[in-house]
């Protein structure tokens, strides 16, 4: 189920007056479980068998890990978890991938190589609820969280059906405590909820999908277009994927606030990023910090010196292109983050990059980083190169095969949020407006919902990170 369609306009309500309407924590619990699973089953209902399997393998192995004495005999259970979890999402998402590949460098060899591709869909948010359950074995087997004892809490950590599909992946220690308790009803944080939840719609239905549009037009066709029509469809891929996903974090955490229970902050203004490093500390914040924490510093970190340090990074960046797709471009987007960090540590840094002015360092990490989404969006690296080629072709070429309307929609949308979010840098917006008269502030709000309304693509448009 979507957070923007009309099914989830009517789910919504419906589960938040049976949750206000349950007194008993247990019974709560209950409804989350169901109702997590109907969200889940809304799309393809066989595949909630998976994450019963998987539900029951992590929770078992949570309890063996804590119950057991023996440091051998913890390793053996967390390595069945790792199996367990990986195993699916390996067979789901990377078995074709592997295949496609045998294929080419069979046929490149002239040997004959009988394999053909599976039939098999990838469970929207496969990529999601396996890291979020890694991360409960990983924090049991260190020590740093107890095993939960009650399957049906387990299972809510796992299912909770505002961050089931697209995260932010959470901690354990940060939802199953909230899960343990009974929430009353808050009303500032019922409003600040519905905030976040409208602040999430916007950058979704007028910002993602309005880029969309123009994106789409040059990412399809790359060789019709020059520089000017080139770097339009960039920029527009570049504030869609943002206003897309940190509009689904946003609803996410909105609508979990209305049920009284926290989720992460997984976006903090990515774009105003002074280095590359900064930038991964904004931008998908559940994922980076799962990356540092689980993969870079186990592997070492920066503590086994420059050329592991080097190698441990260029690991964790290439493990995340893999982890955002089973395609080449996602591995090169991810070769190309972990180049820019190297380069920014080894070369600019001690040339004194850190004292150059702020705004010049955010221009560097912003066009970089829109250079690097190309190979996000493209539909396969020699797509990419010819996105790239773009750049260099004459400049108004195809400009005028660009729908004019779309793309002024674009640039006001795009306005809208860089002005929100530079606002947003001292003092939040929703603050700002609250300390307005109120007759002022009814007039702003009328207005704001009024151009939602005209400006708002009701399409029904896929979150981009469900396809992973």
Not at 330 to 337: D, I
């Amino acid at each position: 189920m979507l957070f923007n369609s009309f099914e989830f306009l009517i789910f919504l309500p419906v589960v938040y007056g049976l949750f206000r309407h349950l007194q008993s924590q247990t019974h709560r619990l209950i409804l989350f479980f169901f109702a997590s699973c109907f969200f889940y089953s809304f799309l393809i209902p066989a595949y909630l068998l998976i994450l019963f399997v998987l539900i029951g393998v992590d929770y078992w192995a949570g309890i063996k890990i804590e119950d057991t004495p023996h440091p051998g005999r913890k390793r053996l259970f967390l390595m069945a978890s790792v199996a367990a979890n990986l195993g699916i999402l390996g067979l789901f998402k990377y078995t074709n991938f592997l295949i496609e590949n045998l294929q080419t460098l069979a046929t490149a060899l002239h040997w004959n190589l009988p394999l053909r591709a599976l039939e098999i869909i990838l469970p929207i948010g496969l990529s999601f609820h396996t890291f979020q359950s890694l991360s409960y074995v990983f924090e049991v087997h260190a020590g740093r969280f107890k095993a939960e004892r009650s399957l049906l809490h387990y299972a809510v950590y796992v299912l909770y059906f505002p961050q089931l599909v697209a995260g932010p992946i959470e901690r354990p220690q940060n939802i199953l405590p909230q899960l343990h308790q009974k929430t009353r009803f808050d009303a500032d944080g019922f409003k600040n909820g519905l905030k976040l939840v409208l602040q999430g719609l916007f950058k979704k239905a007028v910002l993602a999908d309005t880029l969309a549009l123009v994106a789409n037009r040059v990412f399809d066709r790359p060789l019709d277009f020059g520089a000017a029509a080139t770097w339009a469809g960039v920029l527009a891929f570049t504030f869609q994927i943002y206003g897309d996903f940190s509009g689904y974090s946003d609803i996410a955490r909105g609508v979990s606030r209305l049920f009284g229970i926290e989720l992460m902050v997984n976006f903090n203004k990515p774009y105003f990023a002074g280095s590359i490093s900064d930038f991964w500390r904004r931008w998908h914040i559940s994922l980076s910090t799962w990356f540092r924490d689980y993969v870079y510093i186990p592997l070492g970190g920066n503590r086994l010196g420059p050329a592991r340090t080097q190698f441990n990074l260029i690991a964790v960046f290439l493990l995340s292109g893999l982890w955002h797709g089973a395609s080449w471009t996602f591995v090169v987007w991810g070769a190309l983050h972990g180049f820019y960090l190297l380069l920014e540590n080894r070369v600019l840094i001690p040339l004194g990059y850190t004292s150059w002015p702020l705004l010049l360092r955010r221009a560097q990490v912003f066009v970089l980083a829109a250079l690097a989404w190309i190979f996000f969006r493209a539909d396969s690296v020699a797509r990419a190169l010819e996105t790239l080629g773009g750049l260099g072709r004459s400049f108004s070429l195809g400009w005028e095969s660009l729908p004019r309307f779309e793309v002024q929609e674009a640039a006001l949308a795009v306005l809208g949020l860089v002005v929100m979010e530079t606002l947003d840098e001292r003092k939040s917006v929703w603050e700002r407006l609250q300390a307005l008269p109120w007759a002022v502030r009814s007039a702003l709000y009328a207005t704001l919902i009024l151009l939602f309304l005209i400006t708002a693509q009701f399409s029904g448009a896929q979150f981009i990170y469900f396809q992973f």
